[in-house]
């Protein structure tokens, strides 16, 4: 799974290139779709669909964050294709998945250790993903959240704008970006402990 989720990560981020800057889903963040778009969110979703399922499965393994975070993925893109709406934010919340690839290589790290990867690689590895999720995770979400929200509601009076699909995406954002928040001070919490750690065999060896 972790090998799966690295070349999807990697993938779906350089695949959202060419919707940044779209001159038609500029002038429509809501209602604007385009057949690119419109694959790329198909690719997205069915990722996600792999995901959700392969986490409810494994669900006592990867833990039920893992499970939720699937399925509300599933919701909004499901929403997006089926409403044909919001497609301009497609690749802009998917850059959420640039920590992925630090998060994979995190857990080769502390599966197969330093025979994979040598420490000051894990070392760099995981302070990148802690900057890394923190930027495109909490600070670039919730931006990218306040924003779609404003778009909605200053949607909310055409006609095509789909009640269901906008209820459906923003209760997702807010459980994802809930999550995100829990994950990251879990990360924090044990970045912590193991700079403390590495403070307390300095101060062993220097003694010896």
């Given amino acids: 799974m972790r090998s799966v989720s690295f070349i999807q ?48 499965y494994f ?11 699937g399925i509300v993925s599933v919701m909004v893109f499901a929403a997006g ?27 080769f790290g502390m599966t197969f250790g330093t025979t994979v990867f040598p420490e000051w690689f894990q070392l760099a590895n995981n302070i990148a993903l802690i900057v890394t999720f923190f930027l495109v995770r909490i600070v670039w979400g919730w931006y990218m959240f306040a924003r779609l929200s ?24 807010i459980s994802i970006d809930i999550l995100n928040i829990y994950w990251f001070s879990k990360m924090a919490s044990i970045g912590i402990a193991t700079v403390r750690k590495w403070g307390v065999k300095e101060e062993k060896e220097k003694e010896i």
């Fill in 9 to 56: 990560a990697t993938l779906i981020c350089f695949l959202g290139i060419p919707i940044f800057g779209n001159e038609y889903l500029e002038e429509d963040h809501v209602l604007a779709t385009t057949p690119y778009s419109s694959f790329y969110a198909s690719m997205a979703l069915g990722y996600f669909m792999w995901d959700a399922i392969v986490s409810l």
């Fill in 59 to 69: 669900v006592n393994y990867f833990g039920i964050g893992f499970a939720i975070h």
């Fill in 81 to 107: 294709l089926a409403y044909g709406f919001i497609h301009y934010y497609s690749a802009a919340f998917l850059l959420f998945e640039l920590s992925t690839p630090f998060l994979d290589l995190r857990w």
């Fill in 150 to 173: 404003i778009d909605l509601y200053a949607t909310r009076l055409d006609p095509r704008f789909p009640i269901l699909g906008a209820l459906a995406t923003v209760t997702s954002n």
